[in-house]
């Protein structure tokens, strides 16, 4: 398979050209991708209202974007090598920003799902596209600085979403936060047209349809057991049949990859162990941090009595550390290998996780927004790492089957972080009761133990990695 980047004899230019520009037009689509799914939490309660249901009954329109990123997600690098990444990410931002009209225009719980699904299809084009997009046009050692501008908006928006979603619904209308998405949309498109080079595979493969159904099944079966086990007094005997199914279809796909000749997701990539490490203690990594966005709201609320405003607020510190990070993280990754990187930032991740447990009604605010802010440090500088690690090994034959198991990889483990944080809870003894007075202080503090311990066995990965591991990407040669 051929790169997806312009052939015109001339040398790559340096990052902080072409490279760089494509990286902050993804960079903004993710954003708003990613911000979508975490703002509307907020809203709920209004939109509910409006729509005349149960608040716990828009579960169904988020289930159903996160589903439909789940099924279709794995398709995309076959559409992107066969009809170039900058069709399919064009029409990936045009699905999004429509969608995101329609959302906003809903007058009933069932048009909202079907217009969350149409989001989730944009979506789920749009993630692995846009970041293979930059892989193809980022040279190895651009490849550190591309990254960490495309991993920023995932680590961001999550964080600023719940605020952001309580200060639209409150000062306007929940309407606007899906309008919101309407310029960013018109300002993506243009220069998605300009910059993104439009080659597709000069040889595409023929469309695995066996495969898709397989990958597709296992997705969906996987997350939706996932999603039932975040659900207060969900089945979790039903629960389980649904992941083990997942997991029986996982099998069959993977078997099923090895011998087919043109499988939907190459799943090569996995004899690199770098990129095998990213995927393995990566994915335990990335659970445990996503549960901390849904573990910290219920800890100042419930715990604490805050209001929602108020505990949005105090989680600005974890981006203010995000932001800090940025300029540092580049610097770090040329300075110091991977497998020290991941092992430090790891073991810092899971203190803070334990810090968290300790945490009470009367801990200084100051102290609070330090450990909020130290994590926001360590989680930037570790999704980083990871990410980019991913890529510094594998071959460009293998890089569109690398990024797209790795955007599967990625949005499962952001669902079963927030899994995570319910079962976490629920060990505690008393999740899905009465919020008021239901879950005790000591419930959050047995669940950020739990967390912590699963960041911790996310380190035991990282110790197999050689000191070398992509030195191709860190010493610009």
């Known amino acids: 398979m051929k790169a997806d980047i312009p052939t015109t004899g001339r040398a790559t230019p340096a990052f902080g050209s072409r490279s760089r520009t494509i990286a902050l037009l993804v960079a903004g689509a993710f954003f708003m991708e990613n911000l979508d799914g975490t703002v509307i939490v907020t809203a709920m309660p209004q939109m509910a209202a409006s729509f005349g249901v149960h608040p716990i009954d828009l579960n169904v329109g988020l289930s159903a974007y996160l589903l439909t990123l789940a099924v279709l997600m794995p398709a995309s690098g076959w559409m992107a090598d066969r009809f170039g990444a900058r069709l399919i990410f064009a029409i990936a931002i045009v699905i999004f920003t429509v969608a995101s009209v329609l959302c906003g225009l809903c007058q009933n719980l069932t048009a909202f799902t079907l217009a969350r699904i149409l ?7 749009m993630v692995p596209v846009g970041r293979l997009a930059v892989l193809r046009a980022a040279s190895k050692h651009e490849l550190v600085n591309a990254i960490a501008v495309i991993t920023w908006p995932g680590l961001a928006a999550p964080v600023l979403g719940p605020p952001l979603g309580g200060f639209i619904t409150t000062y306007a209308s929940w309407h606007w936060i899906f309008f919101l998405n309407v310029p960013l949309g018109l300002i993506a498109l243009p220069f998605a047209v300009r910059l993104i080079p439009p080659r597709a595979d000069e040889a595409p493969r023929p469309f ?4 898709f159904v397989l990958i597709g099944v296992a997705c969906f079966t996987v997350m939706y057991g996932v999603e039932l086990v975040g659900r207060g007094g969900a089945s979790w005997p039903l629960a389980s049949l649904w992941v083990l199914g997942g997991i029986v279809a996982g099998t069959l796909a993977v078997l099923y990859g090895k011998r087919a000749a043109h499988p939907l997701v190459d799943l090569r990539a996995l004899s690199v162990r770098s990129y095998a490490t990213t995927i393995r203690g990566g994915s335990l990594s990335r659970i445990a941090i996503a549960s901390i966005p849904f573990l910290l709201p219920l800890l100042f609320q419930v715990g604490f009595g805050l209001s929602a405003f108020a505990s949005g607020l105090l989680l600005l510190a974890v981006f203010a550390g995000n932001l800090m990070m940025k300029p540092f993280t580049t610097p770090i990754v040329r300075r110091f290998s991977f497998r020290a990187i991941l092992i430090t930032s790891g073991l810092l991740n899971a203190a803070l996780m334990f810090s968290y447990a300790l945490l009470t009604p009367a ?8 450990l909020l802010f130290a994590g926001g440090l360590t989680r930037s500088l570790q999704f980083t790492a990871l990410n980019t690690l991913a890529f510094a090994e594998v071959p460009t034959e293998r890089m569109s089957g690398a990024n797209t198991l ?3 990889a990625q949005q499962m483990s952001m669902g079963m972080g927030i899994a995570l944080g319910a079962v976490a809870l629920r060990v505690a003894g008393l999740f899905g009761t009465n919020a008021s007075g239901g ?3 000591s419930d959050f503090r047995v669940a950020f133990v739990i967390v912590g311990v699963i960041a911790l066995i996310s380190i035991f990965d990282a110790l197999t990695l050689s000191r070398t591991a992509g030195d191709a990407v860190r010493v610009r040669k």
């Open 363 to 370: 801990s200084p605010t100051a102290v609070v927004i330090v």
């Open 406 to 408: 790795l955007n599967i």
């Open 439 to 441: 879950i005790l202080l």
């Open 119 to 125: 989001q989730g299809t944009g979506g789920a084009m």
């Open 208 to 211: 695995d349809g066996i495969g």
